[in-house]
């Protein structure tokens, strides 16, 4: 039982330049969600889904885009990588809304944008 | 907007002492949560307090929730150098939930030998 495993666990990229982060979850989780970790500062939300299929929009969407194409599985897309999107990324997973349960999350993706 | 404001910002103690660190939030919410986060590493939940509970314990952690005061203090005790990381509190909206955790700035905790 691997949990929240993310891919890559690094990436350089060059401004304008495109990737797509994975995330997996091997625990039949429903809800499932991409945050942004800044310098001292705490998770913010940048999408998130509900079920195979759906996708909604968090407090900073802008820039990004989602998949959920697979219930085990929650794609975070960057069309054109900018210097501000320079972070860590967070995928986490529950297995229902955040109101009932805990969220597990993986170890992180660490994403520089030159 | 961030929710939560954790303070301290940094508390350095003393293993075996107590570690207390706060949060405090602007809107009614449904719950709060507690997690850890060691460097370089993903979060781990700790606990998980709901807005109709005074206060929670769980192992060596103690959390109070006061929905008056709009805050919630989290309680280490006996601490010990493997609870060096970082704290976040982080809350539910009322009337949220699918929509993700609102997260404060965290509390880095240093436990000195």
């Known amino acids: 039982n691997a949990g929240v495993t993310q891919t890559p666990k690094f990436r350089v990229l060059k401004t304008g330049q495109s990737m797509t982060l994975l995330c997996a979850q091997d625990m039949n989780h429903e809800y499932m969600y991409w945050y942004r970790q800044d310098p001292g500062m705490g998770l913010r939300l940048i999408h998130y889904?509900?079920?195979?299929?759906?996708?909604a929009k968090g407090e900073v969407p802008d820039g990004y885009n989602v998949s959920r194409l697979k219930k085990q599985n929650f794609l975070l897309g960057l069309e054109s990588a900018a210097p501000s999107q320079t972070s860590v990324y967070f995928c986490?997973?529950?297995?229902?809304?955040?109101?009932?349960?805990?969220?597990?999350f993986g170890p992180g993706t660490r994403l520089t944008v030159l | 907007s961030q929710q939560g404001e954790e303070d301290p910002q940094a508390l350095s103690i003393q293993e075996g002492e107590n570690a207390t660190m706060n949060c405090s939030y602007k809107t009614s919410i449904n719950n709060l949560q507690w997690y850890r986060q060691n460097s370089g590493r993903g979060l781990v939940h700790l606990i998980l307090i709901r807005s109709n509970e005074r206060e929670k314990h769980s192992g060596r952690l103690r959390v109070t929730l006061d929905t008056s005061k709009k805050s919630s203090s989290l309680l280490i005790t006996a601490s010990r150098a493997a609870d060096t990381a970082s704290y976040f509190c982080?809350?539910?909206?009322?009337?949220?939930?699918?929509?993700?955790?609102?997260f404060g700035k965290g509390t880095h905790l240093i436990i000195q030998p």
């Open positions: 986490a997973s529950s297995w229902r809304a955040g109101s009932y349960n805990e969220q597990f």
């Open positions: 889904s509900v079920g195979e299929g759906t996708t």
């Open positions: 982080a809350t539910v909206a009322s009337g949220g939930g699918a929509d993700g955790l609102t």
